[in-house]
């Protein structure tokens, strides 16, 4: 089975499960038919995903790659079937289940799947109370009846809320604004208004809010900070509640329990009855709202903490697998600079202090993603090596114009690297006006076999790629600007994996240096996918943003289909999409190749050099309107959505540059004329319609122009 349809198999089976597991937490589990149905549900899904699991297994053993088996992961799936054994909870089989089934599947992909079947599930539910089919559970507390709707209780109702904002607001995070903030806010105070359900009414407000920084401020600065006490959070929590619990009974703190409603209270009674064990005992916690022939002559002792709860009820061992992959899930955030990712984990470790919900996948999708880390069975990583002998695996075509100061570093970056003799530097000089051609002869007199130089008269930053095109002879083929560098360290890896490769694209990560201060001050955003797995590019090509800095091709690709780019400025899109139709496979590389050098008043993005060239940015533009017309039938439509947000953005740009020169009935008729010629292309103005700067101007008539005309100088300088 092809990993289409094992992906789709996951969906079908994920969604079946949650339909019934979603159920099961509604009052539909005290209907006589209905708990027969819910239970069958729920078997289905299960017996899918398992499924899933028997073919991936036959496919890694099939497969001719060396396989290893992890068996810290084995005695952990060997530990949970002695958890069932004892404890009989299906919670414990789902979360197995469910976790192995996940594996190669997409986790978007999962997320937006989940989100669509809770919405129509919630609504399922609401519409059955509202008829009367099931009841509206309520509960006092001091004057304030708190309703349920359909739910087992108002705190499952509130939660189901708080996924299903969760999950809206990180599918959504990329195009965040406030009409989005607004709209989850008052879904969360709505609900909170008739469940009185604090806990979740102050997460969902936390995670908005913090969305809100992240979307607006540098606020992700503070994890960087805190990064260590985040990774640790969940150990942290469970240490803090037993303190609590274990101080509660010997020093009566009663005041603190009052505050967090008696939880310590009815923890204490829970471990009296249940004790600690290894692996777990059954437990049937007592709640408030059971019969009374049920609970009389025993204690309340239902646990409302996720971390003591997964302790009693599935003992230490488990526990201590829990924190470590709650570890691996915080440090995976961090480390791919997913800070809605991450913040959405940390509020949920927090939000699990006060429920105990952690376990569930139902409600915790995002324990999904150990999918890529606990599997027991998988391929023996390989010690890949070079195997080329006197072959040019990367040739890097350098531009270069009037950079006699910068272009020392630039070539230092390469021969400075152990893996020179597999590297073709390509120095293409502009027609410089300096001493750049007589530095570069220097690197080629001392390193001949590696480093050429080709002298043109100026022609622009588009004809030094052509000519490095041409000259190439490597098996890939990347761009770096003069006055940029590569990461030397890394440079090894990436040279010994693309020579034990055949992808037709690589995207790499690339670092940030501050041309005034000389340092190295970010990283790019890590890709949601696999580090060094290889993909169908028309599959991922919605989750990436290809640019000049992160982007290598096979040679070969390049030059059979005749890749050639304008001369002049304003042409790295051209470069990035004119090759996207034959682009089929690709692979994506977590570690920083390259260092694109930012704020220099001289770059061809400044404002004066904007506004200088704006004819030459609106002739690269009505190319790559007449690139996607040529090319639009050989598009699939996920490639053909990629090609059409990226010259979107360039047709945005355009008319940013046409907003910087000063606002008059002129320039306001250039503005209106640009817009109309724009929106004879229907394709490409079905998107630029929904850009800010035009809605802004189209739907005021134009009257807000010199409020927009302020906010983009503002923006460039």
């Known amino acids: 089975m092809n990993k289409e349809k094992k992906e789709n198999l996951f969906i079908i089976a994920f969604d079946i499960f949650l339909v019934g597991i979603l159920l099961n937490s509604t009052k539909f589990n005290v209907i006589e038919p209905a708990i027969k149905m819910i239970h069958i549900i729920q078997i289905i899904g299960t017996v899918l995903a398992m499924v899933k699991i028997i073919i991936d297994v036959i496919d890694i053993f099939k497969s001719k790659k060396k396989i290893k088996i992890n068996y810290l992961y084995l005695l952990f799936f060997i530990s949970t079937l002695i958890i069932f054994y004892i404890t009989k909870s299906k919670t414990i089989v789902y979360f197995d289940v469910f976790i192995l089934a996940a594996k190669d599947v997409d986790f978007n992909r999962i997320l937006r799947s989940t989100f669509r079947t809770l919405i129509v599930t919630f609504i399922f539910v609401l519409c059955s109370c509202f008829f009367g089919l099931i009841e509206d559970l309520t509960v006092d507390r001091v004057d304030i009846i708190r309703h349920s709707y359909g739910w087992n209780s108002p705190n499952c109702f509130i939660l189901t809320v708080f996924e299903m904002i969760t999950l809206y607001l990180y599918l959504n995070r990329k195009k965040l604004n406030l009409m989005r903030f607004c709209i989850c806010f008052i879904a969360l105070f709505t609900t909170y208004y008739f469940t009185n359900s604090r806990m979740g009414f102050l997460s969902g407000l936390l995670l908005i809010f913090i969305f809100m920084l992240l979307r607006y401020t540098k606020f992700s600065k503070l994890y960087d900070i805190f990064k260590y006490l985040i990774y640790a959070l969940p150990t942290l929590l469970i240490v803090l509640y037993l303190g609590l619990t274990f101080a509660f009974q010997k020093y009566n703190l009663y005041e603190l329990d009052d505050k967090l409603t008696g939880r310590l209270f009815y923890s204490s009674n829970a471990i009296e009855e249940y004790k600690i064990k290894p692996f777990g005992t059954k437990i049937d916690f007592v709640g408030q709202q059971l019969e009374e022939e049920y609970t009389e002559g025993r204690v309340y002792n239902y646990v409302d903490n996720s971390y003591l709860k997964t302790l009693l009820n ?78 040019k695996i990367l040739s890097i075509s350098v531009a270069a114009y009037n950079l006699g100061d910068m272009i020392k570093q630039c070539l230092d970056s390469f021969v400075k690297s152990d ?62 600007d003069g006055d ?85 400025f304003y042409t790295d899109v051209q470069y990035l999409l004119y090759p996207i139709p034959y682009v089929k496979t690709c692979v994506y590389i977590d570690k920083s190749i390259y260092v694109y050098r930012i704020n220099q008043s001289n770059q061809s993005v400044s404002l004066k050099s904007l506004q200088k060239n704006i004819d030459t940015h609106n002739q690269r533009l009505n190319n790559l309107i007449e690139f996607y017309k040529e090319n639009k039938k050989r598009l699939s439509d996920n490639k053909k959505y990629h090609v059409l947000r990226r010259i979107t953005n360039f047709a945005d740009n355009q008319l940013a540059i046409l907003l910087t020169f000063d606002i008059d009935n002129k320039q306001i008729k250039k503005i209106k004329d640009y817009n109309e010629s724009l929106s004879k292309n229907e394709d490409i103005f079905k998107l630029y319609s929904k850009g800010k700067k035009y809605k802004l101007l189209d739907k005021s008539n134009y009257k807000l122009i010199n409020l927009l005309h302020k906010m983009v100088l503002r923006k460039i300088k």
């Open 314 to 391: 599935y003992g230490v061992i488990f526990t201590i697998y829990l924190l470590i992959f709650l570890f691996l899930l915080n440090r995976y955030a961090y480390k791919r600079k997913n800070y809605y990712l991450l913040t959405i984990l940390v509020i949920s470790e927090l939000y699990c202090f006060f429920d105990s919900w952690l376990i569930g996948i139902e409600f915790n999708p995002f324990l999904l993603l150990l999918a890529s880390y606990i599997y027991p069975i998988c391929y023996k990583k390989e010690k890949l090596e070079i195997k080329s002998k006197n072959k």
């Open 419 to 480: 893996v020179l003799d597999y590297l073709e530097i390509i120095v293409t000089d502009d027609g410089s006006k300096d001493n750049t051609a007589e530095i570069v002869n220097e690197y080629v007199n001392k390193y001949p076999d590696s480093i050429k130089l080709v002298k043109q008269r100026n022609q622009g930053p588009g004809s030094t790629v052509n000519s490095g095109i041409k000259h190439a002879t490597g098996k890939y083929f990347r761009m770096v």
């Open 484 to 568: 940029d560098r590569v990461v030397t360290s890394n440079l090894k890896e990436l040279i010994t994996y693309l020579d034990n490769t055949n992808v037709d694209m690589i995207i790499n990560d690339y670092d940030y240096l501050d041309h005034k201060a000389e340092k190295i001050i970010g990283t790019s955003e890590h890709l949601e996918i696999e580090s060094y797995k290889e993909y169908q590019f028309e599959d991922i090509c919605d989750q990436i943003y290809l640019e000049m800095h992160n982007v290598i091709y096979k040679t070969d690709l390049l030059k059979s289909k005749k890749i050639t780019l304008d001369n002049g």
